[in-house]
């Protein structure tokens, strides 16, 4: 995928979602993988001409995993004029030596947003950007189908009233293969993940469901994003741009 591509993606997102005011102060949580280091650039090709000015930070919680070297990323933020910062913790000792958890995603995940945003509070940042894409969208969607009985899915925006602080998922509109080839055509100097559970989750489970599903009917995964976005879902903000065919929809199910 070539970066305009990816900024007219981007701004797509942006743009219907309402992401970004004049003077926000965005961390991107930088995890080290494709999707991270691709919203980086994302959002450093959109502020170059975006019509609302705003600032850029980039920020990793280190977890504590042996051998996680983020000697290339540091690099890369030196190259684009981001400024990085790197939050220890002790979280893989937590899960994995103290508690020693055989299903340690969920607690991980909730331990490490809650160092990032406390993190990017003290930055001075009124929003942080997550970098989920298309398909994390549909796979969550099917995660929570599966196993919470209840159609939902990450919001586009999210505000976090007792941090002060807006979520934003700015790939929304990107596929997982997009991002694949982005990385490969600009060499992203990914850092690989050292966690001994990676690729053995139910994420991995809902991702390989999804790709079984289109698979054998082909269109399925679009169809499913667009019962996302057309679903209301609960806690999801307003489109403020609609595409001609989606306004038809809704007119003829409002009946006028």
């Known amino acids: 995928m070539q970066l305009q591509r ?53 920020i990793t919680v280190d977890l504590g995993f042996p051998d996680f070297d983020l000697t290339p990323i540091h690099s890369l933020c030196r190259e684009l004029d981001v400024p990085y910062t790197v939050i220890k913790s002790d979280i893989y000792d937590i899960l994995f030596h103290v508690r020693k958890e055989t299903n340690p995603c969920s607690l991980c995940a909730k331990m490490r947003k809650g160092a990032l945003n406390q993190a990017v509070k003290e930055m001075g940042c009124n929003k942080v950007a997550y970098a989920h894409h298309k398909d994390d969208i549909i796979e969550t969607m099917l995660l929570s189908l599966i196993f919470e009985g209840r159609f939902h899915s990450f ?31 600009y060499s992203l100097p990914v850092v690989k993940s050292s966690c001994p559970v990676d690729g053995h989750t139910k994420r991995q489970y809902a991702k390989e469901l999804l790709k079984q599903l289109n698979t054998e009917h082909p269109g399925a995964r679009e169809r499913m994003f667009h019962a996302i976005l057309s679903g209301n879902i609960s806690g999801w903000p307003e489109r403020t741009i609609r595409r001609p065919r989606e306004q038809k929809e809704e007119q003829n199910k409002n009946g006028k």
């Open 6 to 58: 990816l900024l007219s993606y981007t701004r797509k997102a942006v743009d219907e979602y309402d992401m970004i005011q004049k003077g926000d102060h965005i961390a991107v949580g930088i995890s080290g993988g494709k999707d991270s280091l691709t919203l980086l650039y994302a959002l450093h090709g959109l502020r170059r001409f975006y019509p609302q000015e705003f600032k850029l930070s980039a």
């Open 155 to 185: 919001s586009p925006k999210t505000y976090l009233d007792r941090m002060d602080l807006t979520v934003i998922r700015p790939l929304m509109f990107v596929d997982e293969m997009d991002v694949i080839g982005f990385k490969n055509k």
